[in-house]
């Protein structure tokens, strides 16, 4: 199993390879959100799809900034992919931009978080 990281930005061979309805298809990049101990000891992880189309920047569940190019990492677009579809590894998000992309994904999957 090769070593990845919470916070990794991947390039993904998507299985999906044709557009179906508004699901991510073709290969993209994304952001490993999986924790670090699944992350060691799973086949798999779980992913959030990165697009440079900056459609709707106004959603909770979108988190725009710290990449290189333009894009947006989408909460709302999760998968879990096998780590075999994994192309490379593009760059790792500082643990501010984490921050960011964790609060959108608390947002897409609406969960109530106690201080």
Do not use: C
């Not at 725009?64 to 998000?93: C, M, N, P, R």
């Amino acid at each position: 199993m090769s070593d990845f990281n919470r916070g990794d930005i991947v390039f993904v061979e998507n299985p999906m390879q044709t557009p179906h309805g508004h699901v991510v298809a073709g290969n993209h990049p994304a952001v490993v959100i999986q924790n670090d101990a699944g992350n060691e000891h799973s086949n798999n992880l779980i992913i959030a799809y990165i697009t440079s189309q900056l459609k709707r920047l106004e959603l909770p569940t979108q988190w725009y900034g710290g990449l290189k190019k333009v894009s947006v990492v989408q909460t709302e677009q999760l998968a879990t992919i096998d780590k075999g579809d994994v192309i490379s590894v593009i760059d790792h998000l500082t643990d501010a931009d984490m921050a960011r992309v964790d609060r959108a994904i608390i947002a897409s999957l609406g969960l109530e978080v106690s201080a």
